[in-house]
């Protein structure tokens, strides 16, 4: 007869697996108090300069993630789902809150009770399978830096993408231009607004800016 895990402690294994891996992706890697609301996981880059707050849901098997009464104020920078938690290789899912509420299902009881979860046919894909990638320390400083250098532009003196790689360039001359520029063309201007909450003003024509 297999051993019933009790939820607590499947959700301690999801939430150190989670450290354990942001650790080997050299980041430093804190659980939070249990009374922080909504935010499990706190990571900073080595230099300090950057930091994500993470969601974890820790599940035994790949089931349905309840999402409570709403879910249009949806905390942290990325959603990690840990599934089959306290096996010998869980499976990470990496969402942002953005795809989160996208793929969302609304139920309502018999008493007319509204709940949202995420069903495993939406979240266990291979587009959001071990996603890691979103949270590579060096991508986080090039974002970072983005969001740096369009803070600091306005409508009177917007940044091309073309000024935005010339600025990357400079700052990390040991990276492949054309992956910094992979990126600004994810990040501007649909990630930074879609995933980051910034608005990102102006159009390809005209160059960029964050509006303050």
């Avoid at 294994?13 to 108090?33: I, Q």
């Avoid at 790949?62 to 104020?73: A, D, I, R, T, Y």
């Avoid at 995933?195 to 159009?203: D, I, L, N, R």
Wanted: hydrophobic share 40%.
């Amino acid at each position: 007869m297999k051993l019933k895990v009790a939820p607590q402690i499947v959700g301690n294994a999801g939430l150190f697996y989670v450290c354990h891996r942001l650790s080997a992706l050299g980041w430093h890697a804190m659980p939070t108090s249990r009374n922080a609301k909504g935010i499990d996981v706190m990571c900073f880059s080595p230099d300090g300069k950057t930091k994500y707050l993470l969601q974890i849901k820790s599940l035994a098997k790949v089931n349905p993630v309840p999402l409570g009464s709403s879910c249009e104020k949806l905390m942290g920078d990325y959603w990690i789902i840990v599934t089959e938690a306290i096996s010998k290789r869980p499976t990470c899912f990496i969402l942002t809150p953005a795809e989160v509420r996208h793929w969302a299902h609304k139920g309502q009881n018999k008493e007319g009770k509204v709940s949202y979860w995420l069903q495993p046919s939406k979240y266990a894909k291979d587009d959001f399978r071990e996603r890691w990638d979103l949270l590579k320390p060096e991508k986080a400083f090039v974002i970072a830096s983005i969001v740096e250098f369009l803070g600091s532009a306005d409508s009177d003196h917007p940044l091309s993408k073309a000024d935005l790689l010339k600025k990357l360039t400079t700052r990390f001359p040991d990276r492949p231009p054309e992956a910094m520029k992979k990126t600004i063309n994810t990040q501007v201007p649909a990630g930074l607004a879609k995933q980051k909450g910034f608005c990102v003003k102006g159009t390809s024509a005209t160059g960029y800016w964050i509006e303050q």
